[in-house]
């Protein structure tokens, strides 16, 4: 009779671990076209384009892979029961020669069940793991960094899928869990549980395409923020879990696998969430916890006191507080209700999620920048104490086209590349919350955007070497009213404060070696210039003032002249007149003029015209040295007698 009932729990037991693996199998394929759907239709072509659904792909590629894992298992319980099967027919035949061998090589299923039942819950929750942290991640980063919302292609049609989905995958998950009560479907729970997870985010993820219909993507924004909180949760528990499997105490209560969810498990397993709380605390300390009296105490008040807690804390989600510089707009079942912004202060709105305060701060200052990135590869800051044209200075420069100066030989009009940086300040405008919170999505982006149309534009029209001079304070001018003029026709609700222009030179790599030649040319050319018009200033004046003392000499020598002339016209008249009264007493006057003025000096002789019969012989040569008969002894004996 034992044999029999032996035998008939090993095709049992081979009956359910073919069972289980045929059901794990099914519902594996089923999550993994799901899976490959979501991941074609949500995220390659975008179709239905709504993060929420996207984001199903989390519970739905774990239930792939615990599925896989419970059919692994199946396989190996069948295999190990089809063993035993095997072990009683050679014990009835008397066949124990392979039993009685040193290693049983034949009979090696249940060895294999064994480590698999003791390894692979580690490798399925740390691979678990690494696929949420991966995919969320991934969301995370694609958020951040994307453009445009993408918004689905029929909504209706999505919305109609997804829940049909949801649908039978919330009943196949409800069947596992109740299935999971047989001890050998026990690795069915887990599954079970990741099914009607995926089911519920599903149904909430249904909603959300569906409001897209009438226009209301609020929805899509609070479910996927729901959805993503939710798998970090989970994941964070798979670490612990695997990180505390370690140091648990080991008892005779059932072993729970390391990849199976607590958190889900207090919702999704029979029994009630006190039980399961029990259960688990039982499990996790190796005692039965659940039999004190702490327990007994808390077992019966904490529901209520839970109840109160929360009850307390929907209430107080009435008040809302703006702070200063803030303004608030309260919206009931997603609608505004106030004409006019709420200014700072504490106001009372309708408790959540019926209603909603959105604060909007109108004195905070914003600041984008652009031209360049001010992050290396690596992500770091970048903030040079010198800049250079000819040195990177930043990360990833943006390079504009701006105008040259044409030349007569010019065929065409010459442009030139120029590398700039600009930074722009602005903040909401409080007459134009309304448009800046929620007629626009992303209003950095959209201001950048705005920016970078109107510098590009700009820029195509002014010179190159009056931008990077004179005419700097000129173009932040005409930028900062272009910017603040196109926000006002996109009504973005944005008031420019500041448009700053940091740095303008040519690019760094080949322009700016190549620029600062030009450049270097062009102020020895000035400096020749100015050199030339220095000596023309200095030499221009010395010509002038030369030409001038010439002149001025010249006519001097002519006045000269002329009053000489005039003065010897009127002296020989005047001679001219005295010769006419008294002739011979002029020429005697005039002889004896001209030996005193004349003759002074000469030696005189004087000969009598009476004595004509001496002849007198004189030498007029001049003597080498004075003889002592021509000095004069009596000055001489003076000079001595002075000495």
């Given at each position: 009779?034992?044999?029999?009932?032996?035998?008939?729990?090993?095709?049992?037991?081979?009956?359910?671990?073919?069972?289980?693996?045929?059901?794990?199998?099914?519902?594996?394929?089923?999550?993994?076209?799901?899976?490959?759907?979501?991941?074609?239709?949500?995220?390659?072509?975008?179709?239905?384009?709504?993060?929420?659904?996207?984001?199903?792909?989390?519970?739905?590629?774990?239930?792939?892979?615990?599925?896989?894992?419970?059919?692994?298992?199946?396989?190996?319980?069948?295999?190990?029961?089809?063993?035993?099967?095997?072990?009683?027919?050679?014990?009835?035949?008397?066949?124990?020669?392979?039993?009685?061998?040193?290693?049983?090589?034949?009979?090696?299923?249940?060895?294999?069940?064994?480590?698999?039942?003791?390894?692979?819950?580690?490798?399925?929750?740390?691979?678990?793991?690494?696929?949420?942290?991966?995919?969320?991640?991934?969301?995370?980063?694609?958020?951040?960094?994307?453009?445009?919302?993408?918004?689905?292609?029929?909504?209706?049609?999505?919305?109609?899928?997804?829940?049909?989905?949801?649908?039978?995958?919330?009943?196949?998950?409800?069947?596992?869990?109740?299935?999971?009560?047989?001890?050998?479907?026990?690795?069915?729970?887990?599954?079970?549980?990741?099914?009607?997870?995926?089911?519920?985010?599903?149904?909430?993820?249904?909603?959300?395409?569906?409001?897209?219909?009438?226009?209301?993507?609020?929805?899509?924004?609070?479910?996927?923020?729901?959805?993503?909180?939710?798998?970090?949760?989970?994941?964070?528990?798979?670490?612990?879990?695997?990180?505390?499997?370690?140091?648990?105490?080991?008892?005779?209560?059932?072993?729970?696998?390391?990849?199976?969810?607590?958190?889900?498990?207090?919702?999704?397993?029979?029994g009630g969430l006190l039980r399961n709380i029990s259960d688990t605390l039982d499990y996790q300390f190796g005692f039965k916890v659940s039999r004190t009296w702490i327990y007994g105490?808390?077992?019966?008040?904490?529901?209520?006191?839970?109840?109160?807690?929360?009850?307390?804390?929907?209430?107080?989600?009435?008040?809302?507080?703006?702070?200063?510089?803030?303004?608030?707009?309260?919206?009931?079942?997603?609608?505004?209700?106030?004409?006019?912004?709420?200014?700072?202060?504490?106001?009372?709105?309708?408790?959540?999620?019926?209603?909603?305060?959105?604060?909007?701060?109108?004195?905070?200052?914003?600041?984008?920048?652009?031209?360049?990135?001010?992050?290396?590869?690596?992500?770091?800051?970048?903030?040079?104490?010198?800049?250079?044209?000819?040195?990177?200075?930043?990360?990833?420069?943006?390079?504009?086209?701006?105008?040259?100066?044409?030349?007569?030989?010019?065929?065409?009009?010459?442009?030139?590349?120029?590398?700039?940086?600009?930074?722009?300040?602005?903040?909401?405008?409080?007459?134009?919350?309304?448009?800046?919170?929620?007629?626009?999505?992303?209003?950095?982006?959209?201001?950048?955007?705005?920016?970078?149309?109107?510098?590009?534009?700009?820029?195509?029209?002014?010179?190159?070497?009056?931008?990077?001079?004179?005419?700097?304070?000129?173009?932040?001018?005409?930028?900062?009213?272009?910017?603040?003029?196109?926000?006002?026709?996109?009504?973005?609700?944005?008031?420019?404060?500041?448009?700053?222009?940091?740095?303008?030179?040519?690019?760094?790599?080949?322009?700016?070696?190549?620029?600062?030649?030009?450049?270097?040319?062009?102020?020895?050319?000035?400096?020749?210039?100015?050199?030339?018009?220095?000596?023309?200033?200095?030499?221009?004046?010395?010509?002038?003032?030369?030409?001038?003392?010439?002149?001025?000499?010249?006519?001097?020598?002519?006045?000269?002249?002329?009053?000489?002339?005039?003065?010897?016209?009127?002296?020989?008249?005047?001679?001219?007149?005295?010769?006419?009264?008294?002739?011979?007493?002029?020429?005697?006057?005039?002889?004896?003029?001209?030996?005193?003025?004349?003759?002074?000096?000469?030696?005189?002789?004087?000969?009598?015209?009476?004595?004509?019969?001496?002849?007198?012989?004189?030498?007029?040569?001049?003597?080498?040295?004075?003889?002592?008969?021509?000095?004069?002894?009596?000055?001489?004996?003076?000079?001595?007698?002075?000495?």
């Open positions: 009779m034992l044999k029999m009932k032996f035998e008939k729990e090993i095709q049992l037991k081979m009956d359910e671990s073919r069972q289980m693996q045929n059901l794990s199998m099914l519902t594996g394929i089923g999550a993994l076209v799901s899976c490959i759907l979501i991941f074609w239709f949500g995220i390659v072509k975008n179709i239905v384009g709504v993060d929420s659904f996207s984001l199903l792909v989390i519970p739905y590629l774990i239930s792939t892979i615990l599925a896989f894992n419970a059919c692994i298992l199946g396989y190996l319980g069948s295999k190990s029961a089809q063993e035993e099967e095997d072990r009683i027919l050679l014990e009835k035949r008397k066949e124990k020669k392979a039993l009685e061998s040193g290693e049983d090589v034949l009979f090696s299923a249940s060895r294999t069940l064994s480590n698999f039942i003791k390894f692979s819950p580690y490798i399925v929750a740390a691979l678990n793991f690494i696929l949420i942290t991966v995919i969320l991640l991934f969301f995370w980063s694609h958020w951040r960094t994307r453009v445009e919302i993408p918004v689905p292609v029929n909504p209706s049609l999505a919305a109609f899928m997804t829940g049909l989905a949801s649908v039978f995958f919330i009943f196949t998950g409800i069947f596992f869990i109740g299935q999971s009560r047989e001890k050998n479907f026990r690795w069915l729970r887990p599954l079970g549980s990741w099914l009607v997870l995926a089911a519920i985010l599903g149904i909430l993820a249904t909603f959300a395409i569906f409001m897209f219909k009438y226009d209301l993507p609020l929805w899509n924004r609070i479910i996927k923020k729901i959805i993503f909180i939710i798998s970090t949760v989970l994941g964070a528990e798979l670490l612990f879990n695997f990180i505390v499997e370690f140091y648990r105490p080991r008892s005779i209560i059932e072993e729970r696998p390391i990849f199976e969810s607590r958190i889900l498990a207090l919702f999704t397993e029979p105490f808390f077992e019966k008040s904490m529901i209520p006191l839970i109840i109160a807690w929360l009850s307390t804390l929907w209430i107080f989600t009435c008040v809302s507080e703006v702070a200063p510089g803030e303004v608030g707009v309260r919206e009931n079942f997603g609608k505004i209700v106030d004409l006019q912004p709420l200014p700072e202060g504490v106001h009372f709105k309708l408790p959540w999620p019926f209603g909603k305060m959105t604060r909007i701060p109108v004195n905070k200052i914003q600041e984008i920048i652009i031209g360049a990135d001010m992050k290396n590869e690596k992500g770091e800051e970048i903030s040079p104490e010198v800049v250079l044209w000819t040195v990177q200075h930043s990360g990833k420069e943006e390079r504009y086209i701006v105008a040259s100066e044409k030349k007569p030989n010019d065929k065409e009009t010459p442009v030139s590349f120029l590398s700039t940086i600009f930074t722009i300040q602005y903040r909401a405008q409080e007459d134009k919350v309304y448009d800046f919170a929620f007629r626009n999505c992303d209003i950095p982006v959209f201001v950048k955007s705005i920016a970078e149309r109107e510098i590009s534009k700009y820029l195509a029209s002014v010179d190159l070497l009056k931008l990077m001079s004179i005419e700097r304070g000129k173009a932040v001018t005409d930028l900062f009213k272009n910017i603040q003029d196109s926000a006002n026709q996109m009504n973005i609700g944005v008031e420019i404060v500041s448009v700053n222009l940091l740095g303008v030179h040519p690019p760094f790599d080949k322009v700016a070696p190549s620029f600062e030649e030009v450049a270097s040319a062009r102020q020895e050319k000035e400096a020749s210039i100015l050199n030339a018009r220095a000596y023309e200033n200095k030499t221009l004046p010395y010509a002038m003032a030369e030409a001038s003392k010439i002149v001025k000499e010249a006519e001097t020598e002519r006045d000269n002249a002329i009053r000489l002339s005039e003065a010897e016209m009127m002296r020989f008249k005047k001679q001219l007149e005295a010769y006419r009264i008294m002739p011979e007493m002029y020429k005697l006057r005039t002889y004896l003029d001209f030996f005193e003025k004349d003759c002074g000096e000469v030696r005189k002789i004087v000969v009598g015209d009476t004595d004509t019969n001496n002849v007198y012989i004189f030498n007029f040569e001049e003597k080498a040295r004075m003889d002592i008969i021509d000095a004069d002894l009596g000055d001489l004996s003076d000079e001595l007698n002075k000495k």
